[in-house]
């Protein structure tokens, strides 16, 4: 199917369904990731493209356009979207938020589903700690991976071969870059593979290196970085990285990370995003529940920081702050 050809596809498969629960005038409208439209003072949003990060942008569409109540469709991903919206006040501006699941043609009301519990890596993996940290990376454990990072940009990861069973530190940036660093560079010791790439990464991750491909990427685990380097740049003591509420799709994707600060001898959920993401306030409510803190800030680049977003925090249960960095205090920029 042709780019051109779905976006309308999709309205008229949105139009079809909203047609099923009632009579109302439907008013189309332009939404990237899917479909969406007004029926009288609802909106009806699909989401098409990553619909586990679509709720954001719906609620956005939604709030511009001063709907009452929302109704968010998907035909995956629904328990994910389900949850997140229980964050928000059915009092709220918004009113209240509807998530169904698409089955045929039928729309079935969506369950919450509880978060993915974390674990750890298997202990031959955690035995490549030592070679990490002496490669000069810094270790990081997400969801059971083990890897290593340079101001946020993995650099190795610890695999176990599906058909030899050997386990082993791969170098690179990615798994195709692993692989080719493999197939170039095996014969070589792996602290000693690892200290190069570190050394050739590193100068490009700095907040005052020039743009350049390697700091175009992983920009919200740069900023995580140089909070843990630098905590007093949100006036806390301390900040450690820990998992995110889900298991990043892809090194190259551009996701939020997660930590733990220590502000005013308190402790406080932190989100590190990265260019506009119009989903980082749902994001945020499950990052806090995934660590038990309730208090949470949202830390991003000046430049991403839009309305919208402290107008989707109005609408929480439970309040997250937003806080805009100056630029030149931030994680590399593009």
């Given at each position: ?38 029926a009288g003072d609802d909106a009806w949003v699909l989401l098409d493209a990553d619909p586990a990060r679509g709720l954001g942008p ?46 045929g043609r039928a729309v079935l009301p969506a369950i919450a589903e509880p978060l993915a519990e974390s674990c750890d890596p298997p ?92 700091n175009r990427i992983a920009r919200a685990r740069a900023l995580r970085a140089q909070l843990i380097d630098a905590p007093e740049i ?101």
């Open positions: 199917m042709s780019s051109a050809r779905r976006p309308q596809l999709l309205a008229l498969k949105l139009a079809a369904l909203v047609r099923e629960h009632g009579d109302a005038t439907l008013v189309k409208g332009e939404f990237g990731p899917g479909a969406a439209l007004m719906a609620l956005a569409w939604s709030t511009r356009r001063q709907a009452r109540r929302v109704h968010v469709l998907a035909e995956s991903a629904t328990g994910i979207l389900a949850r997140r919206a229980e964050c928000f006040a059915p009092t709220s501006t918004l009113g209240p938020i509807a998530v169904g699941h698409i089955d202990p031959e993996h955690l035995a490549l700690l030592p070679v990490i940290v002496d490669g000069g990376a810094t270790p990081i454990v997400e969801h059971g991976v083990l890897t290593g990072e340079v101001a946020g940009l993995e650099v190795c990861r610890a695999t176990t071969d599906l058909v030899d069973g050997v386990t082993r530190l791969e170098v690179g940036i990615g798994a195709h870059d692993r692989e080719a660093f493999q197939l170039l560079h095996g014969d070589r010791p792996t602290r000693e593979a690892l200290a190069d790439v570190v050394a050739a990464v590193a100068p490009y991750r700095r907040p005052d290196s020039p743009p350049h491909p390697l949100i006036g806390a003591t301390g900040v450690r990285a820990v998992p995110p509420p889900a298991r990043r799709p892809n090194v190259r994707d551009e996701w939020p990370c997660v930590a733990i600060a220590d502000i005013d001898g308190r402790l406080v959920t932190v989100v590190c995003s990265s260019g506009v993401d119009l989903d980082v306030v749902p994001f945020a409510c499950d990052a806090r529940a995934a660590t038990g803190v309730a208090e949470c800030l949202v830390v991003m680049r000046g430049r991403d920081a839009l309305p919208i977003q402290h107008e989707l925090v109005a609408a929480l249960l439970d309040p997250v702050r937003i806080v805009a960095l100056a630029d030149r205090a931030t994680a590399p920029s593009s």
